[in-house]
């Protein structure tokens, strides 16, 4: 499995806004961490059940993280550096990661420190045919009186086979993974 990190503070890099809401009636924040009754209602839950059990083991109440929001998708669009897993197919997700502790939020050190040691973790899984990424970006934290700048950590991951199901199993193995790996850190961090 290929793991990395990178970092994207850049002025044109994606940011987050918390909580978030797209216009009405779109796709909103859940916050699953305090409320995990609504993992029932995310639609991309019940697209893919093993999703649905990562975001419900991630925003447990005694992990150090929580989520702020998801995707998943299906493609065979493959880029130049995908090639080297000889596949047709791929299933990639997204899930944006937060502290769970107010501090940390605000701490790149902390956000960096945990992406080195997810990564390092999953390098250490045997090879097969699977990425993730996390991404260290920016988070501008609402208050009820101002706005904070913070962090957040994107998580990006695909499997890859000859086919939809081939590279969709492959993905889900792969979460189960990180998920391990979140779980690892969590007790580790407490």
Request: net charge negative.
């Amino acid at each position: 499995m290929q793991a990395d990190f990178a970092v994207e503070l850049g002025a044109d890099d994606e940011t987050l806004e918390m909580p978030w809401a797209a216009g009405s009636g779109g796709p909103r924040y859940y916050d699953l961490k305090h409320h995990p009754e609504l993992l029932r209602d995310l639609e991309e839950a019940q697209r893919a059940p093993a999703l649905g059990e990562f975001l419900g083991a991630v925003n447990s109440a005694g992990g150090v993280l929580e989520t702020a929001k998801c995707d998943v998708w299906s493609s065979t669009e493959m880029n130049p550096e995908e090639d080297i897993f000889g596949a047709a197919h791929k299933f990639g997700s997204y899930v944006d990661l937060l502290f769970s502790d107010a501090l940390s939020r605000f701490s790149f050190p902390h956000h960096e420190q945990l992406a080195k040691r997810l990564t390092q973790l999953l390098q250490r899984v045997p090879e097969f045919p699977a990425a993730a990424e996390f991404l260290i970006r920016r988070c501008y934290y609402h208050g009820e009186e101002e706005i904070r700048d913070g962090f957040y950590i994107t998580f990006y991951l695909f499997g890859y086979g000859d086919d939809e199901v081939e590279s969709r199993q492959r993905w889900a193995m792969a979460l189960k993974l990180v998920q391990n790996a979140i779980r690892q850190l969590s007790a580790e961090w407490l």
